[in-house]
Protein backbone atom coordinates (compact mmCIF):
# COMPACT_ATOMS: atom_id res chain seq x y z
CA UNK A 1 0.00 0.00 0.00
CA UNK A 2 2.39 2.47 -1.13
CA UNK A 3 0.12 5.24 -1.87
CA UNK A 4 -0.42 5.72 1.37
CA UNK A 5 2.65 5.57 3.55
CA UNK A 6 0.48 3.19 5.69
CA UNK A 7 -3.14 2.91 5.14
CA UNK A 8 -3.36 -0.12 6.88
CA UNK A 9 -3.05 0.24 10.50
CA UNK A 10 -3.30 0.51 14.38
CA UNK A 11 -3.96 2.19 18.04
CA UNK A 12 -3.04 2.57 21.73
CA UNK A 13 -3.13 1.31 24.98
CA UNK A 14 -6.79 1.71 26.57
CA UNK A 15 -7.00 0.50 30.15
CA UNK A 16 -10.33 1.14 31.36
CA UNK A 17 -11.20 4.57 33.18
CA UNK A 18 -11.39 3.02 36.56
CA UNK A 19 -7.56 1.76 36.20
CA UNK A 20 -6.91 5.44 34.72
CA UNK A 21 -7.90 6.65 37.86
CA UNK A 22 -6.35 4.38 40.77
CA UNK A 23 -2.94 4.10 38.68
CA UNK A 24 -3.13 8.09 39.33
CA UNK A 25 -4.16 7.51 42.78
CA UNK A 26 -0.95 5.28 42.87
CA UNK A 27 1.33 7.28 41.29
CA UNK A 28 0.62 10.66 43.29
CA UNK A 29 0.59 8.81 46.50
CA UNK A 30 4.23 7.32 45.75
CA UNK A 31 3.22 4.21 44.71
CA UNK A 32 4.41 3.66 41.73
CA UNK A 33 7.91 3.40 42.82
CA UNK A 34 6.94 0.28 44.58
CA UNK A 35 5.47 -0.82 41.04
CA UNK A 36 8.38 -0.09 39.12
CA UNK A 37 10.45 -2.32 41.98
CA UNK A 38 7.78 -4.91 41.78
CA UNK A 39 8.43 -4.96 37.43
CA UNK A 40 12.08 -4.97 38.17
CA UNK A 41 12.16 -7.88 40.18
CA UNK A 42 10.11 -9.76 37.89
CA UNK A 43 11.88 -9.08 35.00
CA UNK A 44 15.08 -10.10 36.53
CA UNK A 45 13.24 -13.65 37.04
CA UNK A 46 10.71 -15.42 34.60
CA UNK A 47 7.91 -13.06 35.05
CA UNK A 48 6.78 -13.95 31.28
CA UNK A 49 6.40 -17.64 31.63
CA UNK A 50 5.16 -18.24 27.81
CA UNK A 51 6.87 -20.05 25.29
CA UNK A 52 7.39 -17.18 22.30
CA UNK A 53 5.84 -18.59 19.15
CA UNK A 54 7.90 -19.15 15.93
CA UNK A 55 8.26 -15.92 13.28
CA UNK A 56 6.64 -17.41 10.33
CA UNK A 57 3.61 -17.09 7.83
CA UNK A 58 0.40 -18.97 7.91
CA UNK A 59 -3.48 -18.58 6.78
CA UNK A 60 -4.49 -19.11 10.38
CA UNK A 61 -3.61 -16.97 13.42
CA UNK A 62 -2.11 -18.65 16.82
CA UNK A 63 -1.59 -17.90 20.13
CA UNK A 64 0.88 -18.95 22.48
CA UNK A 65 0.75 -22.54 24.34
CA UNK A 66 -2.11 -22.34 27.74
CA UNK A 67 -3.63 -19.24 26.15
CA UNK A 68 -7.48 -19.66 24.09
CA UNK A 69 -8.70 -17.21 21.74
CA UNK A 70 -11.74 -16.27 20.67
CA UNK A 71 -13.10 -14.32 17.80
CA UNK A 72 -15.80 -12.40 19.25
CA UNK A 73 -16.55 -9.72 16.97
CA UNK A 74 -16.07 -10.15 12.66
CA UNK A 75 -16.88 -7.33 10.18
CA UNK A 76 -20.60 -7.60 9.04
CA UNK A 77 -21.72 -8.76 12.74
CA UNK A 78 -24.97 -7.18 13.96
CA UNK A 79 -24.35 -3.80 15.64
CA UNK A 80 -27.69 -2.32 15.49
CA UNK A 81 -31.37 -3.34 15.67
CA UNK A 82 -32.68 -4.63 12.68
CA UNK A 83 -28.82 -4.81 10.87
CA UNK A 84 -29.39 -7.88 8.25
CA UNK A 85 -27.14 -10.97 8.54
CA UNK A 86 -23.66 -10.50 7.11
CA UNK A 87 -24.23 -10.90 2.93
CA UNK A 88 -20.72 -10.22 1.46
CA UNK A 89 -22.32 -11.34 -2.01
CA UNK A 90 -25.14 -8.74 -1.03
CA UNK A 91 -23.86 -5.77 0.92
CA UNK A 92 -25.98 -2.67 0.62
CA UNK A 93 -24.70 0.72 2.26
CA UNK A 94 -28.19 0.46 4.76
CA UNK A 95 -27.37 -2.81 5.83
CA UNK A 96 -23.53 -1.92 6.62
CA UNK A 97 -24.32 0.98 8.50
CA UNK A 98 -26.38 -1.08 11.26
CA UNK A 99 -23.10 -3.92 10.61
CA UNK A 100 -19.94 -4.29 12.47
CA UNK A 101 -17.29 -1.84 10.29
CA UNK A 102 -14.34 -3.54 8.75
CA UNK A 103 -10.45 -3.06 9.40
CA UNK A 104 -10.59 -2.40 13.35
CA UNK A 105 -7.70 -0.79 14.51
CA UNK A 106 -7.94 1.15 18.29
CA UNK A 107 -9.60 -0.62 20.70
CA UNK A 108 -10.67 0.60 24.30
CA UNK A 109 -12.59 -1.55 26.73
CA UNK A 110 -14.67 0.89 28.81
CA UNK A 111 -16.68 0.18 32.21
CA UNK A 112 -20.45 -0.58 31.17
CA UNK A 113 -21.58 2.64 33.48
CA UNK A 114 -19.74 6.09 33.61
CA UNK A 115 -17.34 6.11 36.07
CA UNK A 116 -17.47 2.21 37.03
CA UNK A 117 -15.43 -0.38 36.48
CA UNK A 118 -15.36 -3.26 34.01
CA UNK A 119 -16.38 -6.45 35.82
CA UNK A 120 -19.09 -8.44 34.06
CA UNK A 121 -20.55 -6.00 31.64
CA UNK A 122 -17.99 -3.63 29.35
CA UNK A 123 -18.65 -0.97 26.53
CA UNK A 124 -16.26 -1.93 23.50
CA UNK A 125 -15.04 1.13 21.28
CA UNK A 126 -13.70 -0.17 17.72
CA UNK A 127 -12.47 2.23 15.30
CA UNK A 128 -12.84 1.37 11.53
CA UNK A 129 -10.03 2.64 9.29
CA UNK A 130 -10.37 1.79 6.14
CA UNK A 131 -12.06 -0.38 3.55
CA UNK A 132 -10.05 -3.61 1.79
CA UNK A 133 -11.62 -2.73 -1.77
CA UNK A 134 -9.99 -5.73 -3.33
CA UNK A 135 -11.33 -7.98 -0.40
CA UNK A 136 -14.47 -6.74 -0.04
CA UNK A 137 -16.34 -7.08 -3.43
CA UNK A 138 -16.33 -9.64 -5.73
CA UNK A 139 -15.15 -9.18 -9.02
CA UNK A 140 -13.23 -6.39 -8.84
CA UNK A 141 -9.75 -7.94 -9.13
CA UNK A 142 -6.57 -6.28 -7.41
CA UNK A 143 -4.45 -3.05 -7.44
CA UNK A 144 -5.09 0.54 -9.22
CA UNK A 145 -7.79 -1.14 -11.57
CA UNK A 146 -10.19 -2.66 -8.73
CA UNK A 147 -11.01 0.52 -7.20
CA UNK A 148 -11.22 2.28 -10.45
CA UNK A 149 -14.24 -0.23 -10.91
CA UNK A 150 -15.80 0.80 -7.53
CA UNK A 151 -19.34 1.68 -8.11
CA UNK A 152 -21.18 4.62 -6.66
CA UNK A 153 -23.22 1.92 -4.55
CA UNK A 154 -19.73 0.02 -3.59
CA UNK A 155 -18.50 3.47 -2.63
CA UNK A 156 -21.47 4.07 -0.15
CA UNK A 157 -20.67 0.71 1.59
CA UNK A 158 -17.38 1.77 1.87
CA UNK A 159 -18.33 4.65 3.69
CA UNK A 160 -20.58 3.15 5.73
CA UNK A 161 -17.86 0.59 6.97
CA UNK A 162 -15.57 3.25 7.95
CA UNK A 163 -15.74 5.05 11.67
CA UNK A 164 -16.68 3.19 14.62
CA UNK A 165 -18.65 1.53 16.90
CA UNK A 166 -20.03 1.12 20.25
CA UNK A 167 -21.07 -2.46 21.31
CA UNK A 168 -21.93 -3.47 24.63
CA UNK A 169 -20.42 -6.68 25.65
CA UNK A 170 -20.97 -9.06 28.38
CA UNK A 171 -18.13 -11.57 30.30
CA UNK A 172 -19.50 -14.89 29.99
CA UNK A 173 -17.86 -18.10 29.76
CA UNK A 174 -14.62 -16.93 30.31
CA UNK A 175 -14.82 -14.06 27.60
CA UNK A 176 -16.34 -10.91 26.53
CA UNK A 177 -19.41 -11.67 24.33
CA UNK A 178 -21.10 -8.76 21.96
CA UNK A 179 -24.48 -8.22 22.75
CA UNK A 180 -26.33 -6.37 19.84
CA UNK A 181 -29.35 -5.84 22.03
CA UNK A 182 -27.39 -3.58 23.93
CA UNK A 183 -29.15 0.19 24.02
CA UNK A 184 -25.67 1.74 24.07
CA UNK A 185 -24.54 0.45 20.61
CA UNK A 186 -23.49 2.36 17.89
CA UNK A 187 -21.67 3.00 15.01
CA UNK A 188 -20.35 6.16 13.44
CA UNK A 189 -19.46 6.01 9.66
CA UNK A 190 -18.06 8.87 7.36
CA UNK A 191 -21.20 10.04 7.31
CA UNK A 192 -22.03 10.54 10.98
CA UNK A 193 -22.71 14.47 11.36
CA UNK A 194 -19.92 16.18 14.22
CA UNK A 195 -18.59 19.40 15.31
CA UNK A 196 -16.04 20.93 14.97
CA UNK A 197 -14.26 22.78 17.79
CA UNK A 198 -11.19 24.95 19.18
CA UNK A 199 -8.85 27.46 17.21
CA UNK A 200 -10.14 26.57 14.23
CA UNK A 201 -13.47 25.75 14.09
CA UNK A 202 -15.33 29.16 12.01
CA UNK A 203 -12.15 29.51 9.82
CA UNK A 204 -12.49 30.62 6.33
CA UNK A 205 -10.36 27.84 5.42
CA UNK A 206 -12.67 25.53 7.51
CA UNK A 207 -15.98 26.55 5.30
CA UNK A 208 -17.65 24.71 2.21
CA UNK A 209 -20.48 25.17 1.10
CA UNK A 210 -22.66 22.63 2.83
CA UNK A 211 -21.42 24.23 6.08
CA UNK A 212 -20.99 27.98 5.15
CA UNK A 213 -20.03 28.52 9.25
CA UNK A 214 -17.32 26.12 9.48
CA UNK A 215 -18.62 24.19 12.38
CA UNK A 216 -20.04 21.19 11.41
CA UNK A 217 -18.93 17.99 9.18
CA UNK A 218 -19.58 14.83 8.15
CA UNK A 219 -17.98 12.08 9.13
CA UNK A 220 -14.50 10.55 10.16
CA UNK A 221 -11.96 9.15 8.18
CA UNK A 222 -9.21 6.40 8.57
CA UNK A 223 -9.52 6.44 12.15
CA UNK A 224 -6.16 4.62 13.27
CA UNK A 225 -4.70 4.66 16.93
CA UNK A 226 -6.55 6.67 19.52
CA UNK A 227 -7.11 6.96 23.18
CA UNK A 228 -9.15 7.65 26.29
CA UNK A 229 -9.76 10.47 27.83
CA UNK A 230 -9.43 10.82 32.25
CA UNK A 231 -13.30 11.02 31.92
CA UNK A 232 -14.01 8.05 30.29
CA UNK A 233 -14.40 9.73 26.62
CA UNK A 234 -12.83 8.11 23.52
CA UNK A 235 -10.13 9.86 21.57
CA UNK A 236 -10.06 8.32 18.09
CA UNK A 237 -7.56 10.05 15.40
CA UNK A 238 -8.09 10.56 11.70
CA UNK A 239 -4.87 9.06 9.67
CA UNK A 240 -4.62 8.76 6.11
CA UNK A 241 -7.23 11.48 4.88
CA UNK A 242 -5.32 12.15 2.24
CA UNK A 243 -6.29 8.84 0.71
CA UNK A 244 -10.07 9.94 0.22
CA UNK A 245 -9.74 13.07 -1.69
CA UNK A 246 -9.40 13.35 -6.03
CA UNK A 247 -9.75 16.36 -8.21
CA UNK A 248 -7.93 19.11 -9.11
CA UNK A 249 -6.38 22.37 -6.59
CA UNK A 250 -7.62 25.24 -7.75
CA UNK A 251 -5.41 27.56 -7.43
CA UNK A 252 -1.32 27.21 -5.95
CA UNK A 253 -1.82 28.23 -2.84
CA UNK A 254 -4.16 25.37 -2.22
CA UNK A 255 -1.41 23.05 -3.97
CA UNK A 256 1.13 24.01 -1.36
CA UNK A 257 -0.51 23.45 1.31
CA UNK A 258 -2.35 20.10 0.05
CA UNK A 259 1.22 18.48 -1.04
CA UNK A 260 2.62 18.58 2.62
CA UNK A 261 -0.47 16.43 3.56
CA UNK A 262 -0.20 14.16 0.51
CA UNK A 263 -3.39 14.95 -1.15
CA UNK A 264 -3.07 13.80 -5.06
CA UNK A 265 -5.26 14.27 -8.21
CA UNK A 266 -5.96 10.54 -8.13
CA UNK A 267 -5.83 9.26 -4.56
CA UNK A 268 -6.20 5.85 -3.52
CA UNK A 269 -10.04 5.31 -3.58
CA UNK A 270 -12.92 6.42 -5.73
CA UNK A 271 -15.25 8.47 -3.61
CA UNK A 272 -14.48 11.82 -5.46
CA UNK A 273 -15.89 10.39 -8.20
CA UNK A 274 -18.96 9.60 -6.71
CA UNK A 275 -19.60 11.85 -3.90
CA UNK A 276 -19.27 15.73 -4.83
CA UNK A 277 -17.57 17.08 -1.29
CA UNK A 278 -14.75 14.78 -2.05
CA UNK A 279 -13.86 16.16 -5.02
CA UNK A 280 -11.47 18.77 -4.68
CA UNK A 281 -12.81 20.67 -7.69
CA UNK A 282 -16.28 21.28 -5.75
CA UNK A 283 -14.84 21.44 -2.31
CA UNK A 284 -11.49 22.98 -2.29
CA UNK A 285 -11.82 23.18 1.90
CA UNK A 286 -13.32 19.70 2.71
CA UNK A 287 -10.21 18.24 3.24
CA UNK A 288 -9.11 20.37 5.97
CA UNK A 289 -12.36 19.60 7.97
CA UNK A 290 -10.14 15.96 8.03
CA UNK A 291 -6.77 14.93 10.05
CA UNK A 292 -8.28 15.86 13.91
CA UNK A 293 -8.80 14.15 16.66
CA UNK A 294 -12.65 13.57 17.58
CA UNK A 295 -13.96 12.98 21.07
CA UNK A 296 -17.16 10.28 21.34
CA UNK A 297 -18.89 10.05 24.51
CA UNK A 298 -19.83 6.28 23.99
CA UNK A 299 -22.20 6.57 26.82
CA UNK A 300 -24.78 9.13 24.75
CA UNK A 301 -25.46 7.00 21.42
CA UNK A 302 -27.14 10.21 20.43
CA UNK A 303 -23.85 12.82 21.09
CA UNK A 304 -22.27 14.42 18.69
CA UNK A 305 -18.76 13.68 18.22
CA UNK A 306 -16.46 16.56 18.50
CA UNK A 307 -13.46 17.53 15.97
CA UNK A 308 -10.96 18.54 18.61
CA UNK A 309 -8.88 21.20 16.46
CA UNK A 310 -6.65 22.37 19.19
CA UNK A 311 -4.77 18.79 18.85
CA UNK A 312 -3.51 19.97 15.44
CA UNK A 313 -4.07 18.19 11.74
CA UNK A 314 -1.93 15.82 10.57
CA UNK A 315 -1.97 11.81 10.10
CA UNK A 316 -2.90 11.43 13.41
CA UNK A 317 -2.04 7.98 15.03
CA UNK A 318 -2.85 7.53 18.99
CA UNK A 319 -3.82 10.07 21.54
CA UNK A 320 -2.66 8.58 25.18
CA UNK A 321 -3.64 10.55 28.26
CA UNK A 322 -0.92 10.82 31.23
CA UNK A 323 -2.03 13.28 34.17
CA UNK A 324 1.14 15.96 35.04
CA UNK A 325 1.92 16.60 38.99
CA UNK A 326 -0.99 19.87 38.67
CA UNK A 327 -3.52 17.53 37.03
CA UNK A 328 -3.57 18.61 33.32
CA UNK A 329 -3.71 16.31 30.86
CA UNK A 330 -1.15 15.92 28.26
CA UNK A 331 -1.78 13.80 25.31
CA UNK A 332 0.86 12.16 23.08
CA UNK A 333 0.43 11.62 19.61
CA UNK A 334 2.65 10.95 16.67
CA UNK A 335 2.20 11.91 12.92
CA UNK A 336 2.52 8.34 11.15
CA UNK A 337 4.53 9.19 7.42
CA UNK A 338 7.50 8.80 6.95
CA UNK A 339 9.78 11.87 8.33
CA UNK A 340 6.82 13.30 10.18
CA UNK A 341 7.22 14.71 14.05
CA UNK A 342 5.63 13.68 17.65
CA UNK A 343 3.32 15.75 19.49
CA UNK A 344 2.13 16.50 23.07
CA UNK A 345 -0.96 18.55 23.90
CA UNK A 346 -1.03 20.20 27.54
CA UNK A 347 -4.27 21.42 28.51
CA UNK A 348 -4.51 24.43 29.88
CA UNK A 349 -6.85 23.66 32.82
CA UNK A 350 -6.60 20.52 35.31
CA UNK A 351 -8.50 17.45 35.16
CA UNK A 352 -11.41 17.51 37.74
CA UNK A 353 -12.92 14.42 38.49
CA UNK A 354 -15.10 15.84 40.73
CA UNK A 355 -17.02 17.83 38.26
CA UNK A 356 -17.35 16.07 34.90
CA UNK A 357 -18.74 18.93 32.83
CA UNK A 358 -15.62 21.31 33.55
CA UNK A 359 -13.96 18.36 31.80
CA UNK A 360 -16.14 18.70 28.72
CA UNK A 361 -14.03 20.83 26.28
CA UNK A 362 -10.60 20.88 28.62
CA UNK A 363 -9.39 19.71 24.99
CA UNK A 364 -10.02 23.33 23.51
CA UNK A 365 -7.61 25.22 25.42
CA UNK A 366 -3.83 24.32 25.70
CA UNK A 367 -0.64 24.19 24.08
CA UNK A 368 0.72 21.59 20.99
CA UNK A 369 3.96 21.27 21.41
CA UNK A 370 6.35 19.12 18.49
CA UNK A 371 9.57 17.14 19.67
CA UNK A 372 13.01 17.65 18.84
CA UNK A 373 15.87 14.91 19.62
CA UNK A 374 18.42 16.31 20.38
CA UNK A 375 22.01 14.02 20.70
CA UNK A 376 23.13 15.00 24.12
CA UNK A 377 20.11 12.22 24.95
CA UNK A 378 17.17 15.48 25.78
CA UNK A 379 14.19 15.79 23.74
CA UNK A 380 12.84 19.47 23.67
CA UNK A 381 8.65 20.00 23.44
CA UNK A 382 8.90 23.02 20.87
CA UNK A 383 5.30 24.70 21.76
CA UNK A 384 3.45 25.64 18.01
CA UNK A 385 1.95 28.84 19.29
CA UNK A 386 0.88 31.30 16.80
CA UNK A 387 3.34 35.05 16.73
CA UNK A 388 6.05 32.87 18.58
CA UNK A 389 9.30 32.33 16.83
CA UNK A 390 8.48 31.52 12.97
CA UNK A 391 4.71 30.89 13.32
CA UNK A 392 3.55 34.92 12.57
CA UNK A 393 1.88 36.32 9.63
CA UNK A 394 5.43 36.56 7.65
CA UNK A 395 5.28 33.20 7.10
CA UNK A 396 1.70 32.99 6.25
CA UNK A 397 0.24 31.96 9.65
CA UNK A 398 -2.18 34.69 10.40
CA UNK A 399 -4.00 32.84 13.72
CA UNK A 400 -3.79 29.88 16.03
CA UNK A 401 -6.06 28.22 13.34
CA UNK A 402 -3.97 28.83 10.15
CA UNK A 403 -0.95 27.14 12.50
CA UNK A 404 -3.05 24.34 13.51
CA UNK A 405 -4.85 23.64 10.08
CA UNK A 406 -0.91 23.42 8.89
CA UNK A 407 0.42 21.89 11.66
CA UNK A 408 3.24 20.14 9.60
CA UNK A 409 4.67 23.13 8.60
CA UNK A 410 4.94 24.96 11.45
CA UNK A 411 6.45 22.19 12.61
CA UNK A 412 9.11 22.34 9.63
CA UNK A 413 9.54 25.71 10.88
CA UNK A 414 10.24 24.98 14.27
CA UNK A 415 13.19 22.38 13.35
CA UNK A 416 11.06 19.19 15.10
CA UNK A 417 13.12 15.75 14.45
CA UNK A 418 11.45 14.00 11.17
CA UNK A 419 11.15 10.49 12.52
CA UNK A 420 10.65 7.33 11.12
CA UNK A 421 6.93 7.29 10.93
CA UNK A 422 5.90 7.54 14.25
CA UNK A 423 2.83 5.30 15.13
CA UNK A 424 1.70 5.18 18.97
CA UNK A 425 3.25 7.01 21.58
CA UNK A 426 1.86 5.99 24.97
CA UNK A 427 2.74 6.32 29.05
CA UNK A 428 3.77 3.47 31.07
CA UNK A 429 1.92 4.78 33.97
CA UNK A 430 3.78 2.47 36.30
CA UNK A 431 6.99 3.96 35.68
CA UNK A 432 6.07 7.48 34.08
CA UNK A 433 8.21 6.49 30.85
CA UNK A 434 6.80 7.60 27.74
CA UNK A 435 7.82 5.02 24.12
CA UNK A 436 7.26 6.12 21.03
CA UNK A 437 6.77 3.22 18.25
CA UNK A 438 8.58 4.36 14.91
CA UNK A 439 7.03 1.66 13.11
CA UNK A 440 9.86 2.30 9.77
CA UNK A 441 11.36 4.15 7.45
CA UNK A 442 12.24 2.78 3.59
CA UNK A 443 13.13 6.22 2.28
CA UNK A 444 15.96 7.40 4.94
CA UNK A 445 19.05 7.71 3.16
CA UNK A 446 22.21 6.61 4.79
CA UNK A 447 23.60 9.93 5.14
CA UNK A 448 20.70 11.19 6.51
CA UNK A 449 20.33 8.80 9.71
CA UNK A 450 20.45 11.05 13.31
CA UNK A 451 20.74 9.65 17.05
CA UNK A 452 16.86 9.57 17.43
CA UNK A 453 16.86 8.19 14.04
CA UNK A 454 19.83 5.70 13.19
CA UNK A 455 19.35 3.46 10.36
CA UNK A 456 19.00 4.77 6.64
CA UNK A 457 17.22 2.34 5.71
CA UNK A 458 15.07 1.56 8.86
CA UNK A 459 12.83 -1.57 7.18
CA UNK A 460 11.96 -2.57 10.64
CA UNK A 461 11.60 0.18 13.02
CA UNK A 462 12.57 1.12 16.46
CA UNK A 463 10.90 2.24 19.86
CA UNK A 464 12.25 5.24 21.81
CA UNK A 465 11.92 5.12 25.51
CA UNK A 466 11.12 8.86 27.11
CA UNK A 467 12.00 9.49 30.80
CA UNK A 468 10.21 12.64 32.18
CA UNK A 469 11.50 14.64 35.27
CA UNK A 470 10.02 13.32 38.54
CA UNK A 471 10.06 9.63 37.16
CA UNK A 472 8.50 7.31 38.59
CA UNK A 473 6.27 9.49 41.37
CA UNK A 474 5.65 12.35 39.50
CA UNK A 475 6.22 12.61 35.65
CA UNK A 476 6.34 15.94 34.77
CA UNK A 477 4.36 15.31 31.15
CA UNK A 478 4.47 18.87 30.40
CA UNK A 479 7.78 19.24 31.29
CA UNK A 480 9.77 21.23 28.37
CA UNK A 481 13.16 19.03 28.35
CA UNK A 482 12.46 15.53 28.96
CA UNK A 483 16.14 12.32 28.94
CA UNK A 484 15.59 9.65 25.73
CA UNK A 485 17.38 6.39 24.80
CA UNK A 486 16.77 3.56 22.41
CA UNK A 487 14.80 0.95 24.10
CA UNK A 488 14.41 -0.98 20.52
CA UNK A 489 15.66 -1.86 17.50
CA UNK A 490 13.19 -4.16 15.17
CA UNK A 491 14.44 -6.93 12.58
CA UNK A 492 16.19 -10.24 13.01
CA UNK A 493 19.35 -9.54 14.99
CA UNK A 494 21.88 -12.01 13.16
CA UNK A 495 20.55 -10.56 9.75
CA UNK A 496 21.87 -7.20 10.92
CA UNK A 497 25.35 -7.63 11.60
CA UNK A 498 27.19 -4.69 12.57
CA UNK A 499 23.92 -2.64 13.32
CA UNK A 500 24.99 -2.21 17.13
CA UNK A 501 21.80 -3.10 18.34
CA UNK A 502 20.74 -2.02 21.62
CA UNK A 503 20.55 -5.50 23.26
CA UNK A 504 23.83 -7.95 22.40
CA UNK A 505 21.68 -10.64 24.01
CA UNK A 506 19.24 -10.44 21.53
CA UNK A 507 18.70 -13.79 19.77
CA UNK A 508 16.52 -15.71 17.58
CA UNK A 509 13.08 -15.87 18.97
CA UNK A 510 13.81 -11.99 20.74
CA UNK A 511 13.28 -9.26 18.05
CA UNK A 512 9.94 -8.33 16.09
CA UNK A 513 9.60 -6.01 12.55
CA UNK A 514 7.61 -2.63 12.61
CA UNK A 515 6.28 -2.28 15.82
CA UNK A 516 3.12 0.10 15.85
CA UNK A 517 0.74 -0.10 19.30
CA UNK A 518 1.74 -0.67 22.80
CA UNK A 519 -0.03 -1.60 26.01
CA UNK A 520 1.29 -1.40 29.81
CA UNK A 521 0.50 -4.62 31.75
CA UNK A 522 0.11 -4.17 35.56
CA UNK A 523 3.70 -4.68 36.20
CA UNK A 524 4.55 -2.33 33.25
CA UNK A 525 5.63 -4.59 30.92
CA UNK A 526 4.84 -3.38 27.20
CA UNK A 527 3.12 -5.63 24.84
CA UNK A 528 4.28 -4.30 21.60
CA UNK A 529 1.70 -4.76 18.02
CA UNK A 530 3.55 -5.25 14.99
CA UNK A 531 2.08 -3.67 11.44
CA UNK A 532 3.96 -4.66 8.50
CA UNK A 533 6.97 -6.94 9.11
CA UNK A 534 5.24 -9.29 6.52
CA UNK A 535 7.17 -7.87 3.61
CA UNK A 536 10.27 -6.66 5.52
CA UNK A 537 10.97 -9.37 7.53
CA UNK A 538 9.35 -12.77 6.02
CA UNK A 539 6.81 -13.19 9.41
CA UNK A 540 3.13 -12.22 9.86
CA UNK A 541 2.57 -9.62 12.69
CA UNK A 542 1.66 -10.60 15.73
CA UNK A 543 1.57 -8.41 19.67
CA UNK A 544 4.76 -9.39 21.29
CA UNK A 545 5.85 -8.99 25.16
CA UNK A 546 8.88 -7.58 26.86
CA UNK A 547 9.81 -5.99 30.34
CA UNK A 548 10.91 -2.99 30.51
CA UNK A 549 13.26 -3.07 33.72
CA UNK A 550 15.77 -5.69 34.50
CA UNK A 551 17.69 -8.42 32.44
CA UNK A 552 14.92 -8.98 30.19
CA UNK A 553 14.41 -5.47 29.32
CA UNK A 554 13.54 -4.88 25.56
CA UNK A 555 13.39 -8.93 24.56
CA UNK A 556 10.35 -9.09 22.72
CA UNK A 557 8.64 -12.45 22.91
CA UNK A 558 5.78 -13.55 20.79
CA UNK A 559 2.61 -14.15 22.37
CA UNK A 560 -0.13 -13.90 19.36
CA UNK A 561 0.69 -14.15 15.55
CA UNK A 562 -1.80 -13.22 13.00
CA UNK A 563 -3.20 -14.51 9.84
CA UNK A 564 -1.12 -13.74 6.58
CA UNK A 565 -1.86 -10.05 5.95
CA UNK A 566 -2.82 -9.00 8.84
CA UNK A 567 -1.53 -6.47 11.45
CA UNK A 568 -2.22 -6.79 14.69
CA UNK A 569 -3.64 -3.75 17.00
CA UNK A 570 -5.33 -1.65 19.42
CA UNK A 571 -3.89 -4.68 22.50
CA UNK A 572 -6.21 -3.68 25.28
CA UNK A 573 -4.86 -5.47 29.13
CA UNK A 574 -7.35 -5.86 31.20
CA UNK A 575 -6.56 -5.08 34.91
CA UNK A 576 -5.08 -8.06 36.80
CA UNK A 577 -4.27 -9.26 32.86
CA UNK A 578 -8.21 -11.28 33.01
CA UNK A 579 -8.03 -10.52 29.21
CA UNK A 580 -5.81 -8.97 26.13
CA UNK A 581 -8.60 -7.65 23.47
CA UNK A 582 -7.08 -7.54 20.09
CA UNK A 583 -7.73 -6.15 16.77
CA UNK A 584 -6.82 -8.38 13.81
CA UNK A 585 -7.30 -5.90 10.81
CA UNK A 586 -7.13 -6.40 7.12
CA UNK A 587 -6.14 -10.02 7.12
CA UNK A 588 -5.49 -11.63 3.65
CA UNK A 589 -4.28 -7.66 2.11
CA UNK A 590 -1.21 -9.82 0.77
CA UNK A 591 -0.20 -9.38 -3.21
CA UNK A 592 -2.76 -10.66 -6.07
CA UNK A 593 -4.90 -11.50 -3.11
CA UNK A 594 -8.87 -10.33 -3.55
CA UNK A 595 -12.23 -11.32 -2.74
CA UNK A 596 -12.62 -14.14 -4.96
CA UNK A 597 -9.11 -15.14 -4.60
CA UNK A 598 -7.54 -14.38 -1.03
CA UNK A 599 -4.62 -15.49 0.45
CA UNK A 600 -6.71 -16.09 3.91
CA UNK A 601 -10.66 -17.01 4.32
CA UNK A 602 -9.46 -16.12 8.38
CA UNK A 603 -11.51 -16.07 10.45
CA UNK A 604 -14.25 -18.01 8.96
CA UNK A 605 -12.77 -20.72 6.47
CA UNK A 606 -15.73 -20.61 4.75
CA UNK A 607 -15.76 -21.35 0.60
CA UNK A 608 -17.43 -17.66 -0.79
CA UNK A 609 -16.74 -15.63 2.56
CA UNK A 610 -13.83 -12.89 2.49
CA UNK A 611 -11.52 -12.66 5.46
CA UNK A 612 -12.90 -10.73 8.01
CA UNK A 613 -11.23 -7.89 10.54
CA UNK A 614 -11.87 -9.13 14.07
CA UNK A 615 -11.57 -8.56 17.34
CA UNK A 616 -10.02 -11.48 19.31
CA UNK A 617 -9.88 -11.99 22.82
CA UNK A 618 -7.29 -13.58 24.39
CA UNK A 619 -7.78 -14.97 28.12
CA UNK A 620 -5.63 -18.38 29.79
CA UNK A 621 -6.92 -21.59 29.60
CA UNK A 622 -6.69 -22.13 33.55
CA UNK A 623 -8.01 -18.27 33.67
CA UNK A 624 -4.95 -16.87 35.86
CA UNK A 625 -3.45 -13.89 34.59
CA UNK A 626 -1.91 -13.24 30.74
CA UNK A 627 1.46 -14.43 29.71
FE1 LIG B 1 -2.89 3.41 10.57
FE2 LIG B 1 -0.23 4.58 11.60
O1 LIG B 1 -1.13 3.13 11.25
CA1 LIG C 1 0.74 1.06 10.90
CA1 LIG D 1 -1.12 2.33 13.43
Redesign the pocket.
Known amino acids: MDETD?????RSTAPDIGTVISRRAALLGGLAALAAREAGASAAGTGLGFTPLAHLMSPEDAVATGHRREVVLRWGDPVLPGAPPFDPLNQTAEAQARQFGTNV?FLALLPAERGGTTGRRALLWANH??ASTSLMFPGLGTGREARSRVTAEQAAVEMAALGGSVVEMEWRGGTWVPDPEGGLNRRITASTPMEIRGPAAGHPRMRTSEDPEGRRVLGML?N??GGVTPWGTVLTCE??INVFFGGEAQDEAQREARRRYNIVADPFYAWHRHVARFNLAHEPNEPNRFGWVVEVDPYDPRSTPIKRTALGRF?H?GAASALTPDGRVAIYM?D?ERFEYIYRFVSARPFDPAHPDSNRHLLDEGTLSVARFEADGTVHWLPLVHGEGPLTEANGFGSQAEVLIETRRAADLLGATPMD?P?DVEANLASGRVYALL?NNSRRAAERVDPANPRGPNPHGHVIEMVPPGVPERPDHAAPVMRWNLFLRGGRPEAEAGAEYHRAANGEGNWLSCP?NCAFDGKGRIWIAT?GAGPAAGMADGLFAAETEGEARALPRLFYRAPIGA?V?GPVIEAGERSILLAVQHPGEASGSSFDRPATRWPDFAEGMPPRASVVVITREDDGPIG
Do not use: L
Not at 6 to 10: C, F, P, Q, Y
Open positions: DIGSNDEYCCGENKEGDRETDDEC
